[in-house]
């Protein structure tokens, strides 16, 4: 016969994990100057590529070196293809970096992966070539 005192730690594991989600937003970080990196994209890809391992690393030292810092990682797209096919590539960039530094052990929870659209950033439009690109602002330690 088993006895419930011996059930409650099984039980205990069975039961869904609930993540404390850490509240920050991405409102303005556009404007910060230091810890900035950026992740390049080919044409059309969301895919990560090699070329972005340097920015991916110094991203992940200084998420490590504090780990009250987040990071926001804004997609960005040129006019590749209509509004919403940017628009959707921009957040398919974020995510795939997201992801990366994800994969290097940094939470998920410290990563909010957005797209920026060139129709509402200045900073977006302007670059030449059109931006293909992610950007990795890891914010100020609260």
């Given at each position: 016969m088993?006895?419930?005192?011996a059930?409650?730690?099984?039980l205990l594991?069975a039961?869904?994990?609930?993540?404390?989600?850490?509240?920050?937003?991405?409102?303005?970080?556009?404007?910060?100057?230091d810890?900035?990196?950026?992740?390049?994209?080919?044409?059309?890809?969301?895919?990560?590529?090699?070329?972005?391992?340097?920015?991916?690393?110094?991203?992940e030292?200084?998420?490590?070196a504090?780990?009250d810092?987040?990071?926001?990682?804004?997609g960005?797209?040129?006019?590749?293809?209509?509004a919403?096919?940017s628009?959707?590539?921009?957040?398919?960039?974020?995510?795939?970096v997201?992801?990366?530094?994800?994969?290097?052990g940094?939470?998920?929870?410290?990563?909010?992966?957005?797209?920026?659209?060139?129709?509402?950033?200045?900073?977006?439009?302007?670059?030449?070539?059109p931006a293909r690109?992610?950007?990795?602002?890891?914010?100020?330690?609260?």
């Open positions: 088993i006895h419930l005192a059930l409650l730690p099984l594991f039961l869904p994990a609930t993540a404390q989600v850490r509240p920050f937003s991405c409102v303005g970080a556009e404007q910060v100057e810890d900035v990196f950026s992740v390049p994209f080919a044409r059309g890809s969301a895919r990560v590529t090699d070329a972005a391992r340097t920015a991916l690393a110094s991203a030292e200084a998420l490590r504090n780990p810092r987040v990071a926001c990682v804004l960005h797209s040129g006019q590749e293809g209509g919403s096919t628009i959707r590539l921009a957040a398919e960039r974020a995510r795939a997201a992801e990366a530094l994800s994969t290097r940094i939470e998920r929870d410290r990563l909010r992966a957005e797209a920026r659209s060139a129709q509402f950033s200045p900073r977006v439009r302007a670059a030449e070539p690109t992610v950007t990795i602002v890891v914010l100020p330690a609260p």
